[in-house]
């Protein structure tokens, strides 16, 4: 069983987006996927929700942030939304349970100063130390022709992290949240630049 953690304590950095996506991904490979939500606001869980019963099944994993359940037996794919400012204790505890821990960046100053308190504070947990748990970070709406965009390595160099792949910004991701899909609901054809960026990432947790 695959246990994806989406966690950066920075709001608003793509975490759900990222999860969302990545539930679906699996969902259409026929995997038995099921997504998990800590977060009180429950995105994940609220576009779940909304999913319509004709695209491939996700389940809801119920996940309590005191007792961290690990996924029931059967699944195979199990994906971990996380609220903003999620770290400490909950993070540590978390860590015991999964074994890949994507963190989605926003290639802003602002993001990339916020998260940096985070990288090293993963650096130090047991899990990461002993490699029980395998990290790398995606950009968030990048803009591949900015400075900004340019920063994102360089800026995860200094942690030893990979830059797994980055994803544009596109008015897509709104548009198919909101009905309770995703870019992979969407005939191959629209989304071929799309598809091409996920890649990598899909690429980076089947590795393991
Ligand atoms: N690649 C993208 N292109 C355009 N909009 C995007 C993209 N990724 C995310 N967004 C939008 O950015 C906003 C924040 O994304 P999201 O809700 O996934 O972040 P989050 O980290 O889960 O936030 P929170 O910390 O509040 O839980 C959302 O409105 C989402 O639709
Ligand atoms: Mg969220």
Known sequence: MRKILIVNPKGGSGKSTLSTHLASWFAWQEAKVMLGDLD???SSHHWLDLRPETLPQINRWEIGDDHIARPPKGCQVAVLDTPACFSGG????VLKIVDHVIVPLLPSAFDLWASADFFEELAEMKAVRHENVQVG???????????AAHQLPEFLRKFDIPLITS???TQLYNQTIQRGMTLFDLPASKIERDQAEWQPLIDWVLKR
């Not at 909950?90 to 505890?93: P, Q, T, W």
């Not at 970070?137 to 400075?147: I, L, P």
């Open 137 to 147: 970070a995606v950009g968030m709406r990048v803009n591949s022709r900015t400075q």
């Open 40 to 42: 009180r606001q429950h």
């Open 167 to 169: 994803i544009r910004d």
């Open 90 to 93: 909950k993070l540590k505890k």
